[in-house]
């Protein structure tokens, strides 16, 4: 099935353009409807986990994390389709870093937060435990492939439903 879709990728890309300014403009349409997309997705799972009693600490590591990512996971199926670890993993590892020195510095500075125990016992450690996998995997290996994949989700899934059952 990817030898269809790289073969239908490369039909598109010797195609000349009559209108230049398309893709752009197609690409920030794509890009909007993500955000907004992503926004709606979001905001419903928010007040459904809350309307249920999921405490806020679980909507934000679970359906918050998922939602505002999801631009993230479509752009890395599409370089992986293409063949383009490099933006993967680079989309990826980019991201992470951003958002813990970017968004959480802009965050505390304008206004400080407090550390709870539970993200400084359980989520965080969690979260360096996926970083030493992943580092290790880079360092271990060529390519990572389905198996880890699925390993990954599976991990996941796990944490999923470790937060949704402990409810903490």
């Known amino acids: ?26 690409a920030l349409g794509g890009i909007a409807a993500l955000v ?9 799972a928010v007040n459904i986990a809350r309307d249920v009693g999921v405490p806020d600490a679980v909507i934000g590591l679970s359906l918050v994390a998922i939602g505002t ?3 993230e996971l479509a752009t890395a199926i599409v ?27 802009v965050t505390v500075v304008i206004q400080p937060i407090e ?3 539970r993200f400084r016992d359980i989520d965080a ?10 580092l290790a995997l880079l360092f271990a290996t060529k390519s990572i492939g389905r198996i880890w994949g699925a390993l990954m989700l599976a991990l996941y899934a ?8 402990s409810g903490m």
Do not use: C
Not at 6 to 26: C, G, M, Y
Not at 125 to 132: C, E, N
């Open 115 to 117: 550390v709870t125990a």
């Open 1 to 26: 099935m990817a030898r269809t879709f790289q073969h239908e990728a490369a039909e598109f890309e010797d195609i000349p353009l009559s209108r230049p300014w398309l893709p752009p403009v197609l």
């Open 125 to 134: 450690p969690v979260m360096l435990a996926a970083s030493i996998l992943l």
């Open 69 to 71: 990512s999801l631009p």
């Open 79 to 105: 370089a992986a389709i293409r063949r383009h670890s490099d933006v993967v993993l680079g989309n990826v590892i980019g991201s992470n870093i951003f958002n813990i020195l970017a968004v959480l510095g």
């Open 158 to 165: 796990g944490y999923m439903a470790f937060l949704f059952s």
């Open 36 to 44: 907004f997309g992503a926004d709606l997705l979001v905001e419903g």
